[in-house]
């Protein structure tokens, strides 16, 4: 949607005056521009904790996940993009080139992640979908992508709790319940940790809370 210089030129103008900047990437070669934009500007303008973030970064190359890891840049992305939109033609070769959403080579290169939805313009927004294609990587027509991607769901909880309150500056206020902090949290009828990945998808709440104050009781709801 930018030029390369009209892009460059934009971070560079956020980035000096202090904003976090947040860019959607999908594709290797767009992932490969944000991340350049975004040392332009460090270069010229050093900043720490800066938290700059790439949306989805679908497909990076590996000197791209070295580049992110280096300048701390934070990936926001959605796993199960994977089940809705990749049972396109090339998806296989796409796999076995790179990583398609590689949650697994992001930790072993210590990149932040944050998992969590897309909508209005994704349809599959409820969390659960995200935790259960962190481990499954499945599409709709049931091609299973590669398996050395798969993180634990224990992992995929806290890249979407934890990893996504750092990516928004957050974490001191939410994604862990710790005393000081919003008691924003869901009790869930099962525990991601120990049902069957299939099960996963379809685990109901029990309860909502939100700054502490019960929002919703299956229980005591008509």
Not at 32 to 43: E, H, R
Not at 50 to 75: N, T
Not at 158 to 179: C, N
Request: net charge positive.
């Amino acid at each position: 949607m930018h030029h390369k210089e009209e892009l460059n030129e934009m971070v560079r103008l956020f980035h000096e005056t202090g904003q976090q900047i947040s860019v959607h990437a999908v594709g290797d070669e767009a992932v490969d521009l944000t991340i350049t934009s975004f040392l332009n500007a460090l270069k010229s303008h050093p900043r720490k904790d800066h938290r700059h973030r790439i949306e989805h970064a679908l497909a990076p190359s590996s000197i791209a996940l070295d580049r992110m890891a280096k300048h701390g840049i934070v990936v926001c992305t959605h796993p199960q993009w994977i089940y809705k939109w990749f049972d396109w033609p090339f998806h296989k070769r796409l796999d076995m080139e790179r990583g398609v959403i590689p949650l697994k080579s992001y930790l072993h290169h210590n990149i932040a992640v944050a998992l969590g939805a897309d909508p209005p313009a994704f349809p599959l927004y409820r969390p659960q979908l995200a935790l259960w294609q962190a481990v499954a990587r499945i599409t709709e027509k049931k091609y299973r992508f590669s398996t050395w991607e798969t993180i634990p769901v224990k992992t995929a909880l806290r890249m979407q709790t934890m990893g996504s309150a750092y990516a928004g500056f957050q974490e001191r206020d939410l994604g862990s319940i710790e005393k000081g902090k919003s008691a924003d949290l869901v009790v869930w009828e099962e525990n991601f940790c120990t049902a069957p990945v299939i099960r996963i998808k379809d685990i109901k709440a029990k309860m909502t809370m939100v700054g502490g104050s019960v929002v919703y009781d299956r229980d005591r709801s008509p």
